[in-house]
């Protein structure tokens, strides 16, 4: 079965340095509830490094909500902040950290490059 969730700390884990994530510092648990059980997945942020675990301890942000609401951020289909405005995501802490670790969460699944809707065709 698939787990959109594993395969995004997955990635994050194996990248290490995040250039988006460069100058912020501070550590995240999100706490993704299913089947009246609840999943821990740690993630410590030191300029740009990321360490991924799946360590249920302190953190200077908790992030709590559905495993499948979470599935659907990490695929781009919904977005925490608006998860949160509707409360189905819950947050302690630091929400400045969050935001900045929001940023490396995918966009939406119909979303293009810019220089792809000028005309122009991306190159890395």
Do not use: Y
């Given at each position: ?17 995040e ?39 302190g ?12 599935d659907?951020m ?51």
């Amino acid at each position: 079965m698939w787990d959109p969730t594993g395969e995004f700390f997955e990635t994050v884990r194996k990248r290490g340095h995040e250039p988006l994530l460069e100058g912020a510092e501070g550590t995240i648990v999100f706490s993704l509830s299913q089947d009246h059980r609840t999943n821990h997945w740690f993630v410590e942020i030191r300029n740009g490094e990321v360490r991924v675990s799946r360590e249920e301890r302190g953190a200077d942000c908790v992030v709590r909500t559905d495993q499948a609401l979470f599935d659907d951020m990490v695929t781009g289909r919904e977005r925490m902040r608006r998860a949160w405005l509707r409360n189905e995501v819950v947050v302690e802490g630091d929400l400045m950290l969050l935001a900045r670790f929001e940023r490396i969460f995918p966009g939406p699944p119909e979303a293009r490059h810019p220089q792809a809707v000028c005309g122009r065709e991306h190159r890395p």
